[in-house]
């Protein structure tokens, strides 16, 4: 049995939704700088709105600007020994195309050393998926703390992402400053995998994780 197969895990009951799980309430206009409207549909979207596997969301995610979150099932938070079932693991924005950003680079094997996302999980899931980080460019290592990872353990990554997560998605209406809500989103929803614009909420435990991948990423040798 595959334990990364997509239909291993799966339980018929679909995950409680965040709101049965007591999410805070829509973002009042004194909390964000952005219309209360645009901050509670992004809210509803992301939180409440449909969830796709990664394959299913190249038929129905568009090619435009917008915000997404990353959901992960209940084998997930356990392997993350991260967030709630039912609640984003994970929120960003695609300043272009969400289809490009969330597909093409979160979920795409190779693109680690591109994706704050993916680095993250690789560094949670190190041990359990037996994961090794090397330098981005492998030609030309620079130190730099964007590591990627040998080309078999970035395969088993994208199988267990396809496997344990989903993606529900928002797109930005026009004349709307994505950055702002953005902003609001990661304030009311809180999604334990963001470190950026979190503050004292980005939690320590990955940043020390993530940092032991970058060391083993800069002493990296060809064999």
Known sequence: MNPY???THVTE???????SLGDP???TPKLVAVEEARVCAALAALADGPQYR?????EVVPNEAGLYAVHGDLLAVGDLAAGAAGRPLYMGKAERSLLGRDLRTHFATGKTGSSTLRRTLAALLRE?????AVPRNLA????????SLESSG?????EWMHARLRLSVWVRPDGVVLDEVETAMLNALQPPLNLAKMGSLGDRRIKAARAAMAEEARAWREA
């Open 5 to 7: 197969d997509a239909t």
């Open 13 to 19: 009951s679909p995950p409680p939704t965040p709101h």
């Open 128 to 132: 359990p998926l037996e994961l090794r």
């Open 154 to 158: 970035d395969e088993r990554l994208t």
């Open 25 to 27: 309430p829509c973002p």
């Open 54 to 58: 990664a394959k299913e969301a190249l």
């Open 140 to 147: 030309r290592p620079d130190g730099s703390a964007n590591y």
